[in-house]
């Protein structure tokens, strides 16, 4: 489902939730489910989004570490999900996190600057990535980058966070649940019931 | 301010509150509920159909609040003020207990695990059997209509077993077994145990006007179709159709009024402290009565029984601070100040038939309900 429009995703859901009410007496209470749809409606994106907590240098710098760990080559990245604003928000609400970004974002211009005369953000393709990839990879660890690392982990715990919880995100990850069912599904492998044989799973 | 008399005040729409404001509605009399929170709203306060980026906080909740939260019935996928918070109770030091409470109408039986097994024999038995504590003063065949009769309104889903220690009820379809469930019960099987569907108060099939269960999973959070046992959704509309119901909301009852003797002081019901300007009532801030009423929002209650005969409360006659909630105290009921703490077992078998002496009163008047219902003991069910 991973390539489909999320009006035809929408469509199904609506579709699948009015067959399934129309079996039950009780379709008033149905009507409730489909609410949630009207009340929670999403709020359109403002063509240009006003960072909350980090000053523009540290939302630009925000939003290209975001974009460097999760590119958009191929299929949407954070970039398409919004997830610095996302970051940001949560920043902003989070006091126990405001002082671990603003220090891990200057700590990545000040480590930039030592590595290449220039911030973070001003540093070529190649050398931002360069520094991220010691930051990232533990067989690259060097030593001094502890607190680098550590603001790595979290400004990717973040950016996981923001994208996997987007509706971008979601169809990416073909997130199989909010389905509705007529009767409680039960294991389709009649056949092999402690389930030895079926293929092991990619991961 | 009006008083209005009612038959019976019952205080908390929980699964006990909500199941005797049913009872006693449709038997005919006059019941004022009260409870401490608001009702629920199941299209805006359940979101569990919600997708994790129509929710502000995406579904991890403010994290200003998050360490005043009780974990993952009290999230964002549920609405602000249906769970409380700052709750006047203290731990053993070096302790870490939570007492989540629902506030909202319908109580826990909103977010319930819907577990619901019966009693075996060897549980009423069971002191016979390991010689601990006494046995209960009933049987399991004397009890067992009445977990028919509850098992056939709610609606509970299982599979016949035939194990006595868990016997079977009246039940509909299971749920099927699933990937893991098949693992499971083949390991099972190896070590001789067995692995059979749990019963549980969810409906496989659309019961009582009760539409089935859609699966989607997220029970905890609350349903938003009704289509698991909770008082809202299966008792209260019974109730309210009698015309025999007032739903007090935010309504947080204090205390109990008793005369010094412990008994009910007479036919003052309740005083709404903020419209009666604060009457005899005094706030307890950070203290607590025996049930105790905070919050801006909230009117404080003063409840008096409606007590014609010589009825022994179990409420402690004076407010007593809460005892510090660890484990084991909470179940505790506080000894009562005066009358006996122990209840009589011919009173306590009596108890457990008011459900028969309402069913058969059905017909019959008001008074004869009410009469038979002020000679049961109350309050105490430990």
Redesign the interface.
Known sequence: MAGQGMERREALRVMALAA??S?????R??A??C??LA????QPRPAQYAPQFFNPHEYASLERLTELILPSDGSPGANEAGVSE?VDF?VW?????QYRFRYGLAWLDAHASNLHGKAFLDSGADQQTGILEHLAYKDRYRQGEEDGRAFFNLAREYTL??FY???VG?EQLDFP???????????P?GGD???LHLPRPKY | MPKTVYDVIVIGTGAGGGMAIKTLCEAGLKVCALNSGRRINPARDFRNHRMPYEMKYRGFGDPRKRAQSYGYMDNEYVGEGIWEHGITYTTAPGTEWMWPRCHAVGGKTNFWGRSSARFGDIDFRAATLDGYDVDWPMTYEEIAPYYSRVEKMIGVASTVQNRPSNPDGEYLPPMKLRCLDHILQRGAEKVGAPYLPDRIAQLTRSHNDHPACHFCGNCTDGCDTGSFFSTPWFLLPLAEKTGNLELRTNAVVRSILVDEKGRAKGRRLYRPRHAAGGGNLRTRRGGGGILRGIGKDHAEFEVALLAGGDRQLQWPARAQPLRPLVWGHRTRVPAAASGSAELPRQRFRQHHRVDAALAESEKSSRGEVHSRLLDLPGGRMR
């Open positions: 399934a009410a079996q039950f007496p009780g379709f209470r149905w409730f489910a609410d949630h009340d929670g409606a999403l996302f949560m609400s989070d006091p126990s996190l966070m923001g919880t987007s509706k979601l649940g909010f389905k509705f069912y007529a009767e409680s599904p039960g294991c492998h019931p402690e389930h």
